[in-house]
Every structure is written in structure tokens, then in C-alpha cells.
């Protein structure tokens, strides 16, 4: 089963920018399918973006399109989310996730393999 470990987040200010990172082990990482997640004190964990196992099919979040990229380099074995123009409502902790098909995007329990996370805080 493939290894995920997040990294690259922190605090910033309303307006700026992070870049999430998630390494992954194993030797069949390009046929994965991954996602990020986030999950905010006292609320439950939402899904924020997903690539297909091509690497062509994005899918996000309304509530971070046109602010979010997501990115997989599968010669790095990593996947990468970009995050522009944050808002205080983009804090929380950050999950990176794995499945081995493409299918269900959206939906935490569709996912096999899970990271740690990361912590991202925009101060308003």
C-alpha cells in the first residue's frame, strides 16, 4: 500500500499562498488517483481536490475553484496543491489521499491510503 506524507503548510495571511506537498512511496504511484482533503475544528473533513490517475482529470471543490491547483509528478512520486488567494475559511488540516482506480471523487471513504496531514492557517 502506498505511503503518503504531507508537507508545506503553515501560517499566512489572508490573500496569500501555500504549496501542499504529498510524497508517496511505492513503485506504482502513477496509477493513483489522489485527492486532497481538509477538515476545520469541530467540522467534518470535506474534499477539496482530486486528480485522476492520467493526470488530466481535475476536479475541485466549489468553494476553491479558480483559487486551488492540484498537480501530480509522477517521476517525483508527489502530488501538489497549489493554494492562492487563501481566506480564513480555507484553514484547517490538510489530508493527502490515495486509491488505486479512478471512480468516486469526492467522498473520503473511497480512499485507501491517507497521510498524516499538514496544519494551514490564514489569519485574517
Known amino acids: 500500500q502506498v505511503q503518503l506524507v504531507e508537507s508545506g503548510g503553515g501560517l499566512v495571511q489572508a490573500g496569500g499562498s501555500l504549496r501542499l506537498s504529498c510524497a508517496a512511496s511505492g513503485r506504482t504511484f502513477s496509477s493513483y488517483a489522489m485527492a486532497w482533503f481538509r477538515q476545520a475544528p469541530g467540522k467534518e473533513r470535506e474534499f477539496v481536490a482530486h486528480i485522476s490517475t492520467s493526470g488530466y482529470g481535475k476536479y475541485y471543490a466549489d468553494s476553491v475553484k479558480g483559487r486551488f491547483t492540484i498537480a501530480k509528478d509522477s517521476a517525483k512520486n508527489t502530488v501538489y496543491l497549489q493554494m492562492n488567494t487563501l481566506k480564513p475559511e480555507d484553514t484547517g488540516v490538510y489530508y493527502c489521499?490515495?486509491?488505486?482506480?479512478?471512480?468516486?471523487?469526492?467522498?473520503?471513504?473511497?480512499?485507501?491510503?491517507w497521510g498524516q496531514g499538514t496544519q494551514v492557517t490564514v489569519s485574517s
Open positions: 489521499a490515495a486509491r488505486g482506480t479512478d471512480g468516486v471523487i469526492n467522498v473520503a471513504d473511497a480512499y485507501d491510503a
